[in-house]
Nanobody, 125 residues
């Protein structure tokens, strides 16, 4: 599985940005998909995930109500809609694929099967 993230850039505080992730392979529809981020000098942290079964969404508390994860299984695409962004959202954002059939422990980096290359989001105040 290869993951290609895009859509990062410089955005003003309070504005919106949408990240995209294109996935290869035939197992996409059976994989929960997620987004993580890593700010300078910090560890990689969970942002959002969408389970492959039921479509349930899980969010990190600091982005809940501002970010929305979605997916299109017919096109092998995942998005992260980022609204009302804040300077503390500045980070490299990584698209992530969980193992086929997995739907638990979504917040853990050790649960990830494949990582994308990352896309930088910089929020100016």
């Amino acid at each position: 599985v290869q993951l290609q993230a895009s859509g990062g850039g410089l955005v003003q505080s309070g504005k919106s940005l949408r990240l995209s992730c294109a996935a290869s392979g035939r197992t996409f529809s059976r994989r929960s998909m997620g987004w993580f981020r890593q700010a300078p000098g910090k560890e990689r942290e969970f942002v959002a995930a969408m389970r492959w079964v039921g479509g349930n969404r899980v969010y990190e508390d600091h982005v809940k109500g501002r970010f929305t994860i979605s997916r299109d299984n017919t096109k092998n695409l995942v998005w992260l809609q980022m609204d009302n962004v804040k300077p503390e959202d500045t980070a490299v954002y990584y698209c992530a694929a969980y193992p086929p059939g997995s739907y638990s422990n979504l917040r853990m980096t050790t649960s990830i099967d494949y990582w994308g290359q990352g896309t930088l989001v910089t929020v100016s105040s």
